[in-house]
């Protein structure tokens, strides 16, 4: 899914509205109808902005629904193509729920939201038995919603709060490389995090 919302979304989307796009297209009924409850906001620290909704409205991702109740955020997802993933709903689900362990616990208390969702993807790119990961830094920026600068410092971050152990970037390959602390949560033959880095159908499963 984050390969899919890198490609769907326009490039100047920020990480925030990212962040809230995943767990919209992964929490969506067959009706690409969506109730995303006030508690996941909370723990995306999203929940005292508008500003990543009104994003994907003027992106005509999705639209605001009628019928909003105390503890929930009701829309309608506008992009047809989600309807042709392959994962089931209950999949999609838990790799929602997934995706929302794996930011926080990339956070470390943060309050940005790219720090947490580059935990998300670095996290879903890793290899369970190994710890590791590779892939291509101008990638993970237009997934994150960052650009690479800005993202080489996030690294930092993440590096100096525990979740990433290592990283290191070829400034001539753009090649990015790196190992996840000890501790991370991932778990070999785990789908979730497949559910949550693939594509849709048809147009590739990974970066």
């Known amino acids: 899914m984050l390969s899919y919302l890198a490609t769907a979304l326009p490039g100047d989307t920020s990480a925030a509205a ?88 990339s956070a470390a208390g943060a309050a940005e939201p790219l720090p947490r969702l580059a935990g998300v993807y670095l996290a879903a790119h890793t290899d369970p038995e190994s710890g590791s990961g590779l892939g291509e830094l101008d990638q993970m920026a237009r997934a994150c919603g960052a650009q690479p600068a800005e993202l080489l410092s996030t690294l930092d971050q993440l590096a100096a709060t525990g979740p990433l152990g290592s990283w290191q970037a070829c400034p001539d390959s753009g090649d990015l490389q790196w190992t996840l602390a000890r501790g991370t949560g991932i778990r070999v033959g785990d789908p979730r995090p497949e559910t949550v880095r693939g594509n849709v159908r048809g147009m590739g499963r990974h970066l």
């Open 18 to 105: 990212h962040l809230l796009a995943l767990q919209c297209a992964l929490r969506m009924n067959a009706r690409m109808q969506v109730r995303l409850p006030r508690g996941v906001l909370r723990s995306l620290r999203l929940n005292t902005t508008s500003g990543p909704w009104r994003e994907l409205e003027r992106a005509r991702w999705l639209r605001p629904a009628s019928g909003n109740a105390a503890n929930e955020i009701a829309a309608e997802l506008l992009d047809v193509t989600l309807l042709s993933q392959a994962s089931a709903c209950p999949d999609r689900r838990r790799a929602a729920d997934w995706a929302l362990r794996a930011g926080s616990s």
